[in-house]
């Protein structure tokens, strides 16, 4: 069983920065891979980024270059740097583990405004 806890949406404008925050209730190296989804009203939830525990990353094609995401092992936390947000960001971002089975966060609200 892993919880997962998600921090840092809130509300920024059109071409502002956001770094979510996801932690993990254990050991990271423990879980093979870790990601961030997101969902915007009326749509399915679709990947944003995700990285293994080797450290390989996987990206939807349509944000590469302004979205980044990493791992602190010590805090047992995945990163998703956003910048450049724009208001088609707009979504409940949620953070995924693999390990066994596959678990969620609660998912935290990110509004871009326009």
């Known amino acids: 069983q892993v919880t997962l806890v998600e921090s840092g949406g809130g509300l920024v404008q059109a071409g502002g920065s956001l770094r979510l925050s996801c932690a993990a209730s254990r050991s990271i190296r423990l879980i093979y891979a870790m990601g961030w989804y997101r969902q915007a009203p009326g749509k399915q939830r679709e990947l944003v980024a995700s990285i293994t525990s080797a450290g390989r990353t996987n990206f939807a094609d349509s944000l590469k270059g302004r979205f980044t995401i990493s791992i602190d092992n010590v805090k047992n936390t995945v990163y998703l740097q956003m910048n450049s947000l724009k208001p088609e960001d707009t979504a409940v971002y949620y953070c995924?583990?693999?390990?066994?089975?596959?678990?969620w966060g609660q998912g935290t609200q990110v509004t871009v405004s326009s």
């Open positions: 995924n583990a693999l390990a066994g089975n596959s678990f």
